[in-house]
């Protein structure tokens, strides 16, 4: 039986993306092998990465003068591939502080170039995102770097931060494809996978062509975009399951409508959530403020340590897995990407409201 899956990544995947990749994973499409056992070289896997990638820029609307790489090493490599890249020792890059994985990007980037923090949620405990009125990029900064949506603590910005002339650097490993954004205001979007797209090992990297080619000497060449820009993603071997999967993931995505259709979708899967967060007066409750609540991941309190325990294990009893916060800060934490059906949003609701009449 397969359970609702809140986990914030790796994270539950269309179960017709699971059905078409069990269906062929003998043969794959004819070839009297699995899709894994092929060569990265082959023309039909050229062509299967060829597709993944054309689909991709037509979901997002990728301007042409952008290059989409299928790189490893997670987002987390690109906290370090980055500053490589697009700095040097001598520049200065803008962050914005808004949680755990911009503290992390933060952390990261000052082995690497000066590090200027342009804003720091930290008065708010990170349950709040800087006004945009008061973003000052630093002139002449390399870039601009945040976290449009924080996984861990589930907030995310409402705006899209003017960078002035900077190019603008996002990690949208958990909001990718979840509505659509206008990919020319950004110099730069990356995003492991294990949210919203496939399987962990994957991150998909998004640049325009002037970042390229600036690589700092010493950048490890799997890193380096020009490198990997000039040989399609291939400069080795490529996670070639991975893309696979988010190839599927793209197809299915298409036929959801796109970007449109379930930025729709998420965004009354979300409000139904909250609002059955905030009616519970009392016993449920939002850590985050109104204005920047995430669509993705919604973390929500009860009154005590002892409910949570007993909210996670009877969900998980009723079906409903992975509910527990993230281990930083407790709680519970549903997260909620495109996969997971409106379905599994109202089952959970109606468990969340049984819950309450039986302990509120
Ligand atoms: C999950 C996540 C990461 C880390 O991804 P890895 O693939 O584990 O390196 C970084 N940033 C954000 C916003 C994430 O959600």
Request: glycine share 10%.
């Amino acid at each position: 039986m397969r359970l609702f899956n809140f986990a914030a990544g790796p994270a539950t995947l269309p179960l017709e993306v699971l059905e078409k990749a069990k269906s062929e994973l003998l043969d794959w499409r004819g070839s009297g092998m699995s899709v894994m056992e092929v060569s990265h070289r082959s023309k039909a896997f050229i062509m299967l990465a060829e597709r993944a990638e054309s689909d991709l820029r037509e979901l997002m609307g990728i301007p042409t003068q952008y290059k989409v790489l299928f790189l490893q090493g997670g987002a987390t490599g690109q906290f370090t591939a980055i500053p490589q890249n697009l700095a040097n020792s001598e520049s200065v890059a803008d962050y914005i502080n808004t949680g755990a994985w911009s503290k992390k990007a933060i952390v990261e980037a000052k082995r690497f170039c000066k590090v200027n923090v342009l804003a720091d949620e930290a008065a708010s405990n990170h349950s709040t995102v800087p006004a945009a009125s008061s973003l000052k990029p630093t002139p002449g900064a390399a870039y601009l770097h945040y976290t449009p949506n924080e996984t861990i603590g589930g907030v995310e910005f409402p705006y899209v931060p003017d960078s002035g002339g900077t190019p603008l650097v996002a990690d949208m490993s958990s909001t990718i494809l979840s509505r659509p954004i206008d990919v020319s205001r950004f110099g730069l979007i990356y995003a492991g996978a294990q949210k919203n797209i496939g399987p962990a090992g994957l991150v998909i990297v998004i640049v325009r062509d002037d970042l390229i080619g600036k690589a700092r000497a010493g950048t490890p060449l799997i890193w380096d975009y020009a490198a990997m820009a000039r040989e399609g993603s291939m400069l080795n071997t490529p996670p070639t399951f991975g893309i696979y999967i988010a190839g599927l993931v793209f197809a299915w995505l298409k036929r959801q409508g796109g970007v449109t259709a379930i930025g729709e979708r998420n965004r009354i899967k979300a409000e139904k959530l909250y609002a059955a967060i905030i009616d519970s007066s009392g016993f449920y409750s939002s850590p985050v403020a109104p204005d920047c609540r995430s669509w993705m991941n919604v973390p929500f309190t009860v009154p005590s340590p002892d409910l949570e325990k007993a909210f996670c294990a009877e969900a998980a009893k009723a079906g409903l897995t992975n509910l527990e916060g993230h281990r930083s800060v407790g709680g519970m934490r549903a997260s909620i990407y495109n996969a997971m059906p409106v379905e599994g949003v109202e089952t959970l609701i109606a468990f969340m409201g049984y819950f309450q009449r039986r302990y509120g």
